[in-house]
């Protein structure tokens, strides 16, 4: 399974971005996916996570109410809207899917398959 992300860049504070997750055809049909991300000097962490089929999304706390994780299984793409950006926020995001499993996980090992990350920068 292959990923590749696209969509990031450099925006102001309080805008908006959508980073985008393709992949080989049905794959968000048959596994789960998430997106993590991870800023210079930290460890990776998990952002937002959807079910196979897009039934069940989850959140990490700092972007909840303002990020939302969708799938378009017709494109076999999942899409990050990201709205109301922080300079916080600032980092690579990773897309990855998650096989044999229904539900996305918090947590990197989670996941069997990853893109090759894209950069998000906001400037305060």
């Known amino acids: 399974v292959q990923l590749q992300a696209s969509g990031g860049g450099l925006v102001k504070a309080g805008g908006s971005m959508r980073l985008s997750c393709g992949a080989s055809e049905r794959t968000f049909s048959r596994y789960a996916s998430g997106w993590f991300r991870q800023a210079p000097g930290k460890e990776r962490e998990f952002v937002a996570g959807i079910s196979r089929g897009g039934g069940t999304t989850n959140y990490a706390d700092s972007v909840k109410g303002r990020f939302i994780i969708s799938v378009d299984k017709s494109k076999s793409t999942v899409y990050l809207q990201m709205n109301n950006l922080k300079p916080e926020d600032t980092a690579v995001y990773y897309c990855?899917?998650?096989?044999?499993?229904?539900?996305?996980?918090?947590?990197?090992?989670?996941?069997?398959?990853w893109g090759q990350g894209t950069q998000v920068t906001v400037s305060s």
């Open positions: 990855s899917a998650r096989p044999n499993a229904i539900n996305s996980a918090a947590y990197s090992t989670g996941y069997a398959y």
